[in-house]
Every structure is written in C-alpha cells, then in structure tokens.
C-alpha cells in the first residue's frame, strides 16, 4: 500500500522558519517528481515546488522562490521542503504528492497530474 505522510508542521512567527518532511512508503521516491502543494481555507490548492527524479532539479512558485527548497533524501525515501523567511500568506495545509506523468519538473505542474496524496501538514505564520 503507498503511503506519503507530511510531518514538520507548526506555529511559526513571521520571518521563522520550517522544515517539512514528506516520507514515502511502498512507493520508491527515485522514479518520479515529486511536488509540494499548499492549500489555504477558501483557496484552491496551489503548488509550492517540484523536484525531478531524473536530474534533481528543481522548480519552485514564483511566491516561494528565494525562500522555500526542496530537497531529497533517497536513501530515506523522503522529500523535504525547507522554509524560510516566513510570511502569514504561507499560513496553509501543505501536502506532498507524486506526478506519474513525469520524471522531470516543468514547472510544479497542476495538481492533477499528481497521485498518492498525504494527509498534509498544517503550518500556520502569526505572531
């Protein structure tokens, strides 16, 4: 059974930082992007950063860039996503999820494209 759980989430000030975590089980990491996607109340689910499998590049929204990473730990199987310099606008239930279309980010990709869901993590920024 494929399994992705997001953990890391929290209260954090503005300007704080965060580090997500995504593990994967029965699922191998090596073979597909991976993306972060976001969903604030009220909003749609919008994607935060991609990273390929092929290459380990990256893409990331242009409302993250300068901020946030992703990164990937094979041998854990797990994808990370680093957040810095944090705002109240990325208050949000962040999810990770897997593109089975592709090996290689073009851009985050909508969030159809994406299978094996998470039950997300929540990060609120407040002061």
């Known amino acids: 059974q494929v399994q992705f759980v997001e953990s890391g989430g929290g209260l954090v000030q503005p300007g704080g930082s965060l580090r997500l975590s995504c593990a994967a089980s029965?699922?191998?990491?090596?073979?597909?992007?991976i993306g972060w996607f976001r969903q604030a109340p009220g909003k749609e689910r919008e994607g935060v950063s991609c990273?390929?499998?092929?290459?380990?590049?990256?893409s990331d929204a242009d409302s993250v860039k300068g901020r946030f990473t992703i990164s990937k730990d094979n041998a854990k199987n797990t994808v990370y996503l680093h957040m810095n310099s944090l705002k109240p606008e990325d208050t949000a239930v962040y999810y990770c999820?897997?593109?089975?279309?592709?090996?290689?980010?073009?851009?985050?990709?909508?969030?159809?494209?994406?299978?094996?869901w998470g039950q997300g993590t929540q990060v609120t920024v407040s002061s």
């Open positions: 999820a897997a593109n089975l279309l592709r090996t290689r980010c073009v851009g985050v990709g909508p969030s159809h494209e994406y299978s094996y």
């Open positions: 029965g699922f191998s990491l090596n073979y597909y992007a």
């Open positions: 990273i390929s499998s092929s290459d380990g590049s990256t």
